[in-house]
């Protein structure tokens, strides 16, 4: 494929919300008072009589809602009620819509997606939103204030789908967006998210295992607080969500596994033998973060600006975008098909 | 021993504080508030015209602490000052008075105590108090707020002496106590907080070992920043922490490591061959912790009301508080030389 800036920029206009719990709600209400005119369809109608005060337009089937030809059709349904809603998709969706979703785990929706044979109009996405409340009437439409979404592509994604998903987000939503392909996002969203959702669940584990768990209890402050916050949340959800990206959590769980194994090792040697390698390795163990914890102090000033530069896509989008991602680069506008202002907002070395 | 009570109840009037740090100066001034009179010592005398001000006699030198032959000298120096501080005070310190400190890690403190000679005066203590700031400009007496102490005893231990340090922190500072050995002290404080901070630092430098850091940094949300919070704090301090209690921490990272192996390879079962046997580990995994579930969400209403319940001492003191502890409760008045006031507060199960 050549690009060429004269490709006429691909705009969502119309789009279509399946879904009006508290990330497709917010969304649906976002996106109206931005100025996008939305079609929204729930399974149950309960939402319907506030979405439509706020402007939103609801439909009864999931049917209707491809019916209406929306440039983007977000699914914004749970993961497990996907394959019934793409069948009832499938049969109806203009070949013009650009169908996308908002779950946290793209291998799998992708493989849905083509199950139903819908991959080609099809582009992944994520929002870095949430909270831990659930519904439309905890919906919110700055949920989305300043909020980066994944976009994700595999070797059928067409460009132009993309470019129209980019401007939903980018000018409709007013968010950020980076692009990479599904396995990327799967592995990064195991090691912050997945992984550290059974380590904290490990740890809960590790407190009732021991007899004097009631002790330890008393004596926990602020770091196990923290550190256990996320066991805590529903552990049917936490394992549903861990089951979908098995395969990286396994293999990131095996790598945490050596490096706390390592660690002990060098405790143990250290206090026993007062071995000088592993006194060293201790001090490595302590120090290799170190560009993380000032990531994090930068982050914290309140007053930080992160300026605007250009991207241009010369030759091949994938690679292109997906290396603007790893260098910590997150589009904030679509300039024109091949050119984007980007911000450079998580490098952490 | 026999224990009757008849016994006279020791008193802690006079309080010598040594270091008068984030912990030590809101020490001497919830005392000196509620009535108790404090002599203190800080190795720079910058603190001593705030601290006259609040009702606290400061002295020159640490040797004048002890020749004031107060009832309690609480060590509140840092760690690593304690052997030096000991050394000074072990020609002078009053046959009278009972030592005691505030050190996160009781083991090694006790056999600091020890190698000055002075552990038939010494009780451990160790409250669960602070925050992230540092000096007397920063202290509070409000940080004593409801809190909990650990007491700490051996087999030399003096039961008139862990009395007085009673009475200073339940009716002097107006806190709760559990009594325990310092084994089972450093075992619980590496399960809830020294074990926990090397897991932190380990996600932290798991990012960083990732070529797609960036991409997994901006993805990250609340789970993250929470688990990693802990990892950013100054890491020296963080090391030497977990270096006091190595060998605690280290058998507890052995365990983690096995839990974490045993999940992954439970994922991969489950995953590749759809394993029945793994399916129901990996739904017990996420079970297991449900008891501390419960315990957390009923511990964040605020109206919980623990009653008092009395607690009477029968034969063997060191083993009838330790079990008082391990069944999660926190004495909060001492009634008799044999009796306490308790109220069930981290009873897990």
Same mark, same amino acid.
């Given at each position: 494929?050549?690009?060429? +800036?004269?490709?006429?920029?691909?705009?969502?206009?119309?789009?279509?919300?399946?879904?009006?719990?508290?990330?497709?709600?917010?969304?649906?209400?976002?996106?109206?008072?931005?100025?996008?005119? &939305?079609?929204?369809?729930?399974?149950?109608?309960?939402?319907?009589?506030?979405?439509?005060?706020?402007?939103?337009?609801?439909?009864?089937?999931?049917?209707?809602?491809?019916?209406?030809?929306?440039?983007?059709?977000?699914?914004?349904?749970?993961?497990?009620?996907? *394959?019934? &809603?793409?069948?009832?998709?499938? *049969?109806?969706?203009?070949?013009?819509?650009?169908?996308?979703?908002?779950?946290?785990?793209?291998?799998?929706?992708?493989?849905?997606?083509?199950? +139903?044979?819908?991959?080609?109009?099809? !582009?992944?996405?994520? *929002?870095?939103?949430?909270?831990?409340?659930?519904?439309?009437?905890?919906?919110?439409?700055?949920?989305?204030?300043? +909020?980066?979404? @994944?976009?994700? #592509?595999?070797?059928?994604?067409?460009?132009?789908?993309?470019?129209?998903?980019?401007?939903?987000?980018?000018?409709?939503?007013?968010?950020? &967006?980076?692009?990479?392909?599904?396995?990327?996002?799967?592995?990064?969203?195991?090691?912050?998210?997945?992984? *550290?959702? !059974?380590?904290?669940?490990?740890?809960? /584990?590790?407190?009732?295992?021991?007899?004097?768990? /009631?002790?330890?209890? @008393?004596?926990?402050?602020?770091?196990?607080?923290?550190?256990?916050?996320?066991?805590?949340?529903?552990?049917?959800?936490?394992?549903?969500? !861990? %089951?979908?990206?098995?395969?990286?959590?396994?293999?990131?769980?095996? $790598?945490? @596994? %050596?490096?706390?194994?390592?660690?002990?090792?060098?405790?143990?040697?250290?206090?026993?033998?007062?071995?000088?390698?592993?006194?060293?390795?201790?001090?490595?163990?302590?120090?290799?973060?170190?560009? #993380?914890?000032?990531?994090?102090?930068?982050?914290?000033? /309140?007053?930080?600006? #992160?300026?605007?530069?250009?991207?241009?896509?010369?030759?091949?989008?994938?690679? %292109?975008?997906? %290396?603007?991602?790893? $260098?910590?680069?997150?589009?904030?506008? !679509? &300039?024109?098909?091949?050119?984007?202002?980007?911000?450079? $907002?998580?490098?952490?070395?």
């Amino acid at each position: 494929m050549e690009l060429t +800036a004269t490709t006429e920029l691909p705009h969502a206009g119309v789009i279509a919300i399946a879904g009006l719990g508290l990330i497709g709600g917010s969304l649906a209400r976002r996106l109206t008072m931005r100025g996008r005119k &939305v079609i929204a369809w729930n399974h149950r109608d309960h939402p319907y009589q506030e979405a439509r005060q706020a402007g939103i337009t609801c439909v009864d089937t999931v049917e209707e809602l491809a019916q209406a030809k929306p440039d983007v059709l977000v699914l914004c349904t749970p993961l497990k009620a996907m *394959p019934e &809603v793409l069948a009832k998709l499938a *049969p109806v969706i203009d070949g013009r819509t650009t169908l996308t979703d908002v779950g946290s785990v793209k291998g799998q929706v992708r493989d849905e997606v083509k199950a +139903a044979g819908l991959n080609a109009c099809y !582009v992944g996405a994520h *929002p870095m939103a949430g909270n831990e409340f659930s519904g439309y009437s905890a919906s919110d439409p700055s949920l989305y204030d300043d +909020a980066l979404w @994944a976009v994700t #592509y595999d070797q059928a994604t067409d460009y132009c789908r993309l470019l129209t998903v980019m401007d939903m987000i980018c000018e409709g939503v007013g968010d950020r &967006v980076i692009v990479l392909d599904d396995q990327t996002h799967d592995r990064a969203a195991a090691l912050i998210s997945h992984m *550290p959702h !059974v380590v904290a669940t490990a740890l809960a /584990n590790e407190l009732m295992d021991t007899p004097e768990r /009631n002790i330890a209890q @008393a004596l926990a402050a602020g770091s196990w607080r923290d550190m256990t916050r996320v066991a805590l949340t529903d552990p049917d959800r936490t394992r549903a969500m !861990v %089951e979908e990206d098995a395969l990286n959590v396994s293999r990131l769980l095996h $790598r945490m @596994a %050596e490096r706390l194994t390592d660690m002990a090792e060098q405790l143990e040697q250290s206090a026993e033998h007062g071995d000088a390698q592993a006194q060293q390795d201790i001090l490595d163990f302590f120090a290799m973060a170190q560009p #993380y914890r000032e990531f994090k102090a930068k982050q914290r000033q /309140n007053d930080i600006v #992160y300026p605007n530069r250009g991207l241009s896509i010369v030759a091949d989008w994938r690679s %292109e975008l997906l %290396e603007s991602a790893k $260098r910590g680069e997150h589009i904030v506008h !679509v &300039v024109s098909s091949i050119s984007f202002e980007v911000q450079v $907002r998580t490098k952490l070395s």
